[in-house]
């Protein structure tokens, strides 16, 4: 930078332009409120845990606002280290929330502990969530959100960003009021249901596949394969489409592609 | 862009994605409403497309594009009668928001506060002294490409510039004063 | 230099173009002109300030509308000069062109559809120009960080032409390596566009050794039978009797041992 710059105006910039990374305590000792230091850039929020259930809602505010009793627990045993001295044993639920390039993450990557973890993100977050056990539940989000589940099952509701959420073994739901036009989805078990609710006038391309299971719609779809059987018949409260492979189908004319596939399961299309 | 006049059509597509965002961000500061950026963005493919064979290898691509940028401005203006009326305050006010950033409560507040006027500063500049700065400043155009988009020459612009600079002063350091009392 | 120079030399100089002659001519000049150094550290900050505010980003809207408008465009119609009514997707390329034609039209006013052929002649170099375009728009799709955008990616890849190379190693990188377990399902499914090329099936046998995501190892079985590819048969005996795959792999593997037979 010049060196001939100076003056009252460049210190207040001379602040801006250190990176923001912040983590203010709040009265609150279980949540821990990090900022996202571009906030006229995309945010996204990233989950990374093992034993924890992770909850995230969309709210009305600027920052990331996470709480656990994880936190207040390893708050309270910091508070109470011996002076001069530090802690040997590893473990303990500890969960980390940083933040860098407007990327908050937080990972509670233990074997041990377990409980839930709260995250309040502004509405147009884009959100990628990694776990092992328990389930993630998101909720009031617009931007992407990207859910990866092995054991427990994955919840998704009145959202309305592009949504890829799959799990090994745990039923997926979601519940879009509103989608973006232009957004390709996907839904994936091993063994679980995927109970998908879509905004009555979505235009989209469906390709759904069971191994073992039917597929159930109140959608009016446009099957468009015809390389195998499939038999559609009307249940009354919906059409029963059973193939053996992919069926590709159509709604309101079409659009980007949604595909389902689950293993052991059955496929739930519900218009909203 | 001399590839896509040899009739690869496909190659505007990499100059699609190494040059929306730049056009598009010039196009909002200028005329303030995005949705009239990305229609205009849109505008200018299309037109860089159509009129391919008239792009000379030898000049500065950018140079030919804000051309064509300047020009689908004013058709836009045209058909649609008189520049689109941005009340200033709201535009300010959304743009304040997007801003207000994080650390140090004190500081937080006066920063916004700068950077909002900055911003307002800029929209209350005259259009040719906004374009030049815009050009210069955030698109990074060398002077002589500038140049050959407004067609005068080179030292022309570097004098043109800084009074734009200057003229920017004036109303930020006006509207600081203002603000104070 | 003189003020007035120096003046004109300001925005270089915080620019850092004026190169080191140039430079030490003005950090000299600054140094002997107490007016000219006042006025470029006020400008100056200002300057700096400019840098600070925040970029305006484009909605996802405008990508779409210019790769149908490329699209439509090479569709051939002389007079293209809007983007078509009905959405890309939905149609094959040629139905398009047959069944509808473009019409001059004023910006985002509306969209008028006429009936017009094309002219037989360029179908050939239409075709490749479409087929390039595809590829760029998978290509470009599928590298991008956006996990839905590569999802779009893969189903350009599925109407890429099958002869396509690039877009053949692309999806079977992505197989391989992407991060996200659904857009490395959506590639297995479009690999099926390649079944033609011997290298398809040896990149699925390839990838069902390494992959450990069940529901990822089902499709890539379920491919492998498609192909019809014998060499599958001594993966698919080991992962039947695998302790460490999941239950429903180990039953699909047995099945297509069966199939394959």
């Not at chain 1, 990557?109 to 147009?124: A, C, H, L, N, T």
């Not at chain 3, 002659?21 to 006042?38: I, R």
């Not at chain 3, 890309?88 to 052929?117: D, E, F, H, K």
């Not at chain 3, 099936?201 to 992959?211: C, D, H, N, V, W």
């Amino acid at each position: 930078m010049n060196r001939f710059l100076m003056g009252g105006m460049l210190a207040v910039l001379g602040a801006l332009q250190a990176p923001a990374q912040n983590q203010a305590q709040n009265q609150n000792p279980a949540q821990i409120t990090v900022a996202f230091s571009n906030p006229s850039q995309p945010r996204k929020l990233v989950v990374k845990t093992m034993m924890h259930r992770v909850s995230i809602k969309g709210y009305d505010g600027k920052d990331a606002i996470v709480e656990s009793s994880a936190i207040s627990e390893r708050r309270r045993r910091e508070r109470s280290i011996p002076p001069g001295m530090h802690p040997l044993n590893v473990g303990g639920g500890g969960i980390e929330v940083t933040e860098a390039n407007n990327v908050v993450t937080v990972s509670a990557e233990s074997m041990f502990g377990g409980g839930d973890i709260q995250i309040q993100v502004p509405v147009e977050t884009s959100v990628m969530v990694n776990t092992l056990n328990n389930g993630v539940n998101v909720e009031n989000i617009s931007g992407e959100i990207d859910v990866e589940s092995v054991n427990g099952p994955v919840s998704i509701t009145n959202s309305s960003g592009a949504v890829l959420a799959t799990s090994v073994n745990g039923k997926v739901t979601v519940a879009l009021d509103k989608v973006a036009p232009g957004k390709a989805m996907s839904f994936s078990t091993m063994n679980g249901t995927i109970d998908v609710t879509l905004p009555a006038d979505i235009k989209a391309n469906l390709k759904m596949k069971v191994d073992n299971g039917d597929v159930y719609t109140d959608f009016d779809v446009k099957v468009t394969n015809d390389t195998f059987d499939t038999a559609q018949s009307n249940t009354g409260r919906g059409v029963r489409i059973r193939g053996n492979k992919t069926t590709y189908g159509t709604i309101n004319g079409g659009g980007p592609e949604m595909q389902f596939t689950t293993f052991n399961g059955r496929i739930l299309i519900h218009k909203k | 862009m001399a590839e896509v006049s040899g009739g690869k059509v496909a190659r505007l597509a990499v100059l699609f994605e190494r040059y929306h965002r730049p056009l598009f961000r010039y196009f909002v500061s200028m005329n303030g409403n995005r949705e009239q950026a990305e229609d205009l963005v849109q505008e200018v493919f299309f037109r860089m497309l159509r009129y391919r064979t008239s792009y000379d290898p030898a000049q500065s691509f950018t140079a030919w594009m804000y051309q064509i940028a300047r020009n689908a401005g004013v058709d836009q203006v045209r058909k649609r009668g008189t520049a689109q009326v941005v009340d200033i305050d709201t535009f300010v006010d959304r743009r304040a928001e997007l801003v207000s950033a994080s650390p140090g409560p004190e500081e937080s507040a006066s920063r916004v506060q700068d950077l909002a006027l900055l911003r307002r500063a800029m929209d209350q500049l005259p259009e040719d002294k906004r374009e030049i700065l815009v050009l210069s400043r955030f698109q990074g155009m060398k002077h002589e490409d500038i140049a050959e988009v407004l067609g005068c020459e080179v030292g022309t612009v570097k004098v043109r510039v800084y009074r734009a600079i200057r003229a920017l002063e004036q109303i930020y350091f006006t509207l600081e004063k203002e603000k104070a009392s | 230099m003189t003020c007035e120079e120096a003046k004109t030399r300001m925005t270089d100089y915080w620019s850092r173009t004026l190169g080191e002659a140039g430079e030490t001519e003005f950090n000299a000049h600054l140094a002997s002109c107490e007016a000219c150094q006042s006025e470029v550290s006020r400008v100056g900050a200002l300057w700096q300030g400019l840098d600070l505010l925040p970029l305006e980003e484009p909605s996802g809207k405008v990508r779409d509308r210019f790769y149908e408008m490329l699209g439509a465009y090479r569709q051939g119609l002389a007079a293209a000069e809007a983007p078509p009514a009905k959405r890309w997707w939905s149609m094959p390329a040629w139905q398009l062109a047959a069944a509808a034609g473009l019409v001059a039209v004023g910006l985002g006013i509306g969209y008028g559809v006429r009936g017009n052929g094309q002219p037989p002649a360029e179908v050939s170099q239409l075709r490749e120009e479409v087929a390039n375009m595809r590829q760029l728009v998978a290509l470009s799709l599928m590298q991008q960080q956006s996990a839905s955008d590569r999802l779009r990616g893969v189903s350009w890849a599925y109407r890429a032409e099958p002869s396509d190379r690039e877009v053949l190693g692309a999806l079977v990188s992505a197989v391989n390596h992407d991060a996200n377990v659904n857009v490395r399902l959506a590639a297995v499914d479009a690999l099926r566009r390649f079944s033609a090329s011997p290298e398809t099936s040896r990149a699925a046998l390839q990838s069902l050794s390494k992959q450990t995501t069940p529901i990822v190892q089902a499709a890539l079985i379920d491919l492998l039978v498609e192909l019809k590819d014998p060499e599958a048969a001594p993966e698919l005996r080991r992962l039947s009797g695998s302790e460490t795959a999941n239950e429903g792999v180990r039953q699909k593997a047995q099945w297509a041992l069966e199939r394959l037979q």
